[in-house]
Each structure stands twice: as structure tokens, then as C-alpha cells.
């Protein structure tokens, strides 16, 4: 018996060894920093070295930067234009890869095909898509329709819409695909008594698929808010934030205020609003999935 | 017609083998197919464009309005390449993706191992703690692990990208879902013959998991190629810059864009080539990481 427990101590023990170095990196890489973030928010820095404690101060300095206002707002419309072109389109694409039965496979790997592109590329190459001028991509193509050339990302009402549809085209494949298989586990026999009372295609399509996959958009949709909610290098290399602000995010004004302006302290103070808001919005990602174990995607 | 012959073995989805009778349902099918087509070529004509745009010259570039280019001459590709020292951001790259991988998959795992199987006394307090992980945003917390990584002294070398990887809440979530369904007997078994417990995790339980250990590598290879904040900010001014910490460089300097072009199209091949040798994992793997949680 006394054996049998100094075993499972050392079981124990020998067990929490093999997860120390684990545990070591997230403290050093996720945890620590998190913790450091509030600290470094509530001092002055002289580069990296933490100076006099001054509370709220940096807070109120993000606050009242002229930038903070117009990054608050983008960072909603980025959130609006995700909702109506980055959430559909997935949807849509699932139906009809789903409702085809010709080369799926090869539709399924080709629409994956942009989420294997490194971000960085992907926002690059759309930046020479949207080039302005007569030698810019989509301009070529509108002209061959005849329409005049469009300055893209350069006219302030469209940087936030392409910047979006930039986002959909890399990860809507990816989104797809788990819409795909959650319609593909429909139960067969749904459909077929649905049919026997009478149920046109379509009124299938509205009672029977979409309501199917509605407990797993809904877990999709708040992911996407999140991951919206920090966006950064697409503004910060497509538009730099531009024309005048008006696509600059507010993860891209953390980015300016730490590594252009080195004041590490105010980006730490929006670093903690920002991860605030993001458990505000985590909350009620759980109440959404009701205490589920979290659920999450790849991208 | 042979193309609706195929919708008999029709399994899954609203349209069903018996509605292809009716002509309206024929011609929508006929729609959603080319529409499927349609999707293919919006995904991948951005990537095909830049790839055949790189053989064009500046001028060309810049003067002619042309989708594609006058002539194809694969040595502008071999110029911009030699001229812009693509060799040694891309041995770089492959040293910061072979670290981080490695990294990956060893310390997730032993960690997800101790979460999975041993389960010591107080891990629910750590399994907690990693979920949460898994929601928290890494780019909120950059600019504090950047200043602790420069205050340890870590910057300007690969450890930082490498040990990163290592600290992946996902990659422990499905390391830990993998192990939970192994077979409990064998390591009761094993336990039984006196194996310690690390020696059942590399005799027993990694042997395995070898299909998830390629899930988590492929992920974290494509994650360590495309990343490029924490590279750009650890690597940024030392002679380790990554093609990705150099892509961003063009941002700020004058470089002609179609050595911008050829430099993404660089960019690009590698996960190209990974994803054609394991599309059928990395589609796969999205779709159950995606759903099981």
C-alpha cells in the first residue's frame, strides 16, 4: 500500500517534469506577457526599461490620440463588411460544392487553395490587383467591359470593403469546408420524408440544410468577429492605414505606437483594451455555445 | 446525358438522385457546377496572375495594359533571385521552419501527453489555462513578448521563432483529442512492466500518433513560413532575415515591382509544394479540427 502511493508521487511527480518545458514556453511566450502588458501600461519607458509609475495616464493618452476614434470606427466597419461579404460567401460556396457531383474533390482542394498562401503574399499580390490606373488587373478587366479605370484603395468609401474581400478570398475555402461537412452528416432520410410531404428542392434547402449548419455559423460567425477585431497587415501593407485613416485598425496602431514611435508603454495600454474587448466578445462566444468546450478553427 | 447520370449516387446535399428528373432542377444543377468552376478560378487566378505577370519587364509593367506578359524567359526569375539574395532568405526560412516544427511537435506534445494520459494531480488547472490560451490573441500580447524576449537577450537570434512554436495552444488541443483515443490498455500495460513515463511516450504513445504528428508539422511548417511580425521584429536588422521579414522590407523601399512580383511568387512555392504533396491531410485535418472541438 505505502508503496503504491510513493509510486504515484513519483508518477506524479516525473508526470509534471515531462510537461515542465511546455509549460515553461507558454508561461514565457502566452501567459507572461499578458500579465506583462498590464504592467508595462501603467508606467513610462525609456526603450524597453520601465521608468516611473504613472497609472491610468497612458490609457487616457490613448484615448485622446486623434487616431484612437477612426481606429475604433474601421475596426467596427471592418466587422460590418465581414459579416456581409465574409460570412455568406462561405455558405454559399459549401452549398454549391455540396450540391454538385462532378470533380468535387478537385473544388475542394481549389477552393483551399488561397489558405495555404502566407498572409503577407496574399495582401501583396491583392495591393497589385487593386493597383489604380489603367495598368492595374481589375482595371484591365473593367475595361475590357468597357468601364473606366477605379482607384480601388486609394477612394477612402472602398479601402474597407476590398481590404475585406482580400480576407474572405484567403480564408472563405477554409470556413467552407467545415460547412461543407457539417451538411455532408444531414441525415439522407431527412430529405427523403421531407420530399414524401411534398417539400420542393428549395424548401428543403431553407428547412432541412440551413438550419443544420446554423448551431456551427453561429459558433463561426464570433470567431470571425475576434479575428476580425485584430486585423493588422492587411491595412498596414495594403493601405498603411490609409487614405487619412481611413483603414486603420486598431491592432496597426499598437504596431505604430510600439515599433514606429517605441513607446512601448501607451501600445501596451491599447494592447490591454483590446485583449478586454476580446474577452468581453469570448464570453459571449461561450454563452453562444453554452459552456461547450471551446471550438475552434485554423485560421 | 451522361452528365446527370452521375447524380444517382448523389449521398449528401438538398438536391437528391430523384428531383434530377425535373428540367428546372437540371438547369440549376448545370449553374451550380459552372458556379463551382467559377469559385475555382477566383482562388486560384490571383497567384496564377502574379506568377506569369513576373516575367514581364518594368516597362512592360508598368506602361503596357496587359493581363499577361509579351514573352516568357525564365531567367528573370534566375536575376531577381541572384540579385536579391533569395538563397539565404530562404535557408533562413527553412532554418526558423525546421526549429519551429521540431518544437512543435516535441513540446506540445510531451505537454499534451502529461494533459492526455498521465494527467498528475492539479493538470485540470493547466488544461484550463491552455483552452483559455487558445482564445487569447497572440498579436495583443506582441509588443510585451517582444520587450521580454530583448530584455532575456533572445533577440536577433532563431530561439524566440522556434521556442514559440512550442507554446501552441491548438497544436496541444489536438495532440491531447489524438491521444485520448489511444488505446488505454497498452499503456496500462507497459506502465506495468516498469516503463517510465517518458519512455511511454516514445516507445508507445508517439509511434502511435504518427497521423497527428504529420497534421501538427504541416501546420506549424506553414505557420514558421508565413509568419513574419515576430521574425520582423527579432530578426529584422541581422543577417537571419526570412523571406518573409524580407517581403515586408519592400514596404519601405524602392524596388521595382516586378522583382516585388518575383519575390512573391518565391514566396509562394514552398507551401505550394506542400500542400500539393498533402492537400488530402491538410483539407482533411482543417474540416475535423474544425468541428470536433
Known amino acids: 500500500m505505502r508503496e503504491k502511493k510513493s509510486s504515484s508521487i513519483l508518477h506524479s511527480i516525473s508526470a509534471w517534469l515531462i510537461m515542465l518545458p511546455g509549460l ?3 508561461a514565457f511566450f502566452v501567459w507572461e506577457p499578458l500579465l506583462e502588458s498590464i504592467r508595462l501600461s501603467l508606467y513610462t519607458a525609456k526603450g524597453i526599461h520601465l521608468m516611473d509609475f504613472v497609472g491610468l495616464k497612458n490609457y487616457i493618452a490613448v484615448l485622446q490620440h486623434p487616431d484612437f476614434l477612426p481606429a475604433i470606427r474601421n475596426t467596427f466597419l471592418y466587422t460590418f463588411w465581414s459579416l456581409i461579404i465574409g460570412f455568406l460567401i462561405p455558405i454559399i460556396m459549401a452549398t454549391f460544392i455540396t450540391e454538385t457531383v462532378h470533380m468535387k474533390s478537385f473544388f475542394r482542394v481549389g477552393v483551399y487553395f488561397p489558405n495555404i498562401m502566407p498572409g503577407l503574399a496574399t495582401v501583396m499580390m491583392w495591393g497589385y490587383l487593386f ?4 495598368t492595374g488587373v481589375f482595371n484591365i478587366l473593367l475595361s475590357a467591359l468597357g468601364i473606366q479605370p477605379f482607384d480601388w484603395l486609394a477612394s477612402p468609401a472602398w479601402t474597407i470593403p476590398l481590404i475585406v474581400l482580400t480576407m474572405t478570398w484567403k480564408s472563405a475555402g477554409s470556413t467552407a469546408l467545415i460547412y461543407m461537412a457539417g451538411m455532408g452528416s444531414i441525415n439522407p432520410e431527412l430529405y427523403e420524408a421531407a420530399t414524401i410531404d411534398g417539400a420542393t428542392p428549395w424548401k428543403r434547402f431553407l428547412h432541412i440544410s440551413l438550419p443544420s449548419i446554423f448551431g456551427l455559423g453561429k459558433t463561426l460567425l464570433i470567431l470571425q468577429i475576434i479575428s476580425v477585431f485584430q486585423i493588422l497587415y492587411e491595412p498596414l501593407v495594403m493601405t498603411n492605414g490609409g487614405p487619412n485613416n481611413a483603414s486603420i485598425s486598431v491592432m496597426q496602431l499598437v504596431f505604430r505606437y510600439a515599433f514606429e514611435d517605441y513607446n512601448y508603454p501607451m501600445a501596451a495600454s491599447l494592447s490591454v483594451i483590446i ?5 468581453l466578445l469570448t464570453a459571449v ?3 453562444a455555445t453554452k459552456g461547450k468546450k471551446p471550438e475552434y478553427s485554423t485560421n | 446525358m451522361s452528365f446527370f447520370k452521375k447524380y444517382r449516387d ?4 438538398t438536391i437528391r438522385f430523384y428531383d434530377i428528373k425535373s428540367s428546372w ?6 449553374l451550380i457546377f459552372l458556379a463551382c468552376i467559377i469559385m475555382v478560378v477566383i482562388a486560384i487566378f490571383p497567384a496564377l496572375w502574379v506568377f506569369l505577370a513576373s516575367f514581364k519587364d518594368i516597362q512592360e509593367f508598368r506602361r503596357t495594359p496587359t493581363l499577361f506578359p509579351n514573352k516568357y524567359n525564365f531567367n528573370v526569375f534566375l536575376k531577381t533571385w541572384n540579385e536579391l539574395h533569395f538563397l539565404k532568405y530562404y535557408l533562413n526560412s527553412f532554418i526558423a521552419v525546421a526549429g519551429s516544427t521540431i518544437c512543435a511537435i516535441f513540446f506540445n506534445g510531451l505537454l499534451a501527453y502529461g494533459l492526455a494520459i498521465l494527467k498528475p494531480k492539479g493538470y485540470k488547472i493547466v488544461t484550463g489555462l491552455v483552452m483559455w490560451s487558445l482564445l487569447i490573441p497572440a498579436t495583443t500580447s506582441m509588443v510585451s513578448l517582444f520587450v521580454n524576449i530583448t530584455r532575456v ?3 536577433g537570434t532563431f530561439l524566440p521563432l522556434w521556442l514559440a512554436a512550442g507554446a501552441n495552444a491548438f497544436y496541444v488541443l489536438l495532440f491531447k483529442q489524438f491521444f485520448e483515443q489511444l488505446p488505454k490498455e497498452l499503456i496500462e500495460a507497459s506502465e506495468l512492466d516498469g516503463c517510465s513515463n517518458f519512455k511511454i511516450f516514445y516507445k508507445i504513445v508517439f509511434p502511435l500518433s504518427v497521423p497527428i504528428v504529420m497534421v501538427v508539422a504541416i501546420f506549424a511548417a506553414c505557420a514558421a513560413w508565413s509568419d513574419f511580425l515576430l521574425p520582423y521584429l527579432v530578426l529584422s536588422n541581422t543577417d537571419k532575415v526570412t523571406v518573409m521579414v524580407r517581403l515586408f522590407q519592400f514596404r519601405t523601399s524602392n524596388t521595382n515591382d516586378v522583382d516585388v512580383l518575383r519575390a512573391i511568387v518565391f514566396s509562394i512555392i514552398p507551401p505550394i509544394i506542400l500542400f500539393t504533396i498533402f ?6 485535418s482543417v474540416v475535423s479540427a474544425g468541428i470536433k472541438g
Do not use: A, C, E, N
Open chain 2, 10 to 13: 448523389k449521398q449528401d446535399g
Open chain 1, 275 to 279: 485583449s478586454i474587448i476580446l474577452v
Open chain 2, 279 to 284: 492537400q488530402k491531410q491538410i483539407t482533411q
Open chain 1, 24 to 26: 515553461i514556453l507558454f
Open chain 1, 131 to 134: 493597383r489604380p490606373g489603367k
Open chain 1, 285 to 287: 462566444y461561450f454563452k
Open chain 2, 153 to 155: 537577450g533572445l533577440d
Open chain 2, 25 to 30: 432542377i437540371k438547369f440549376i444543377s448545370i
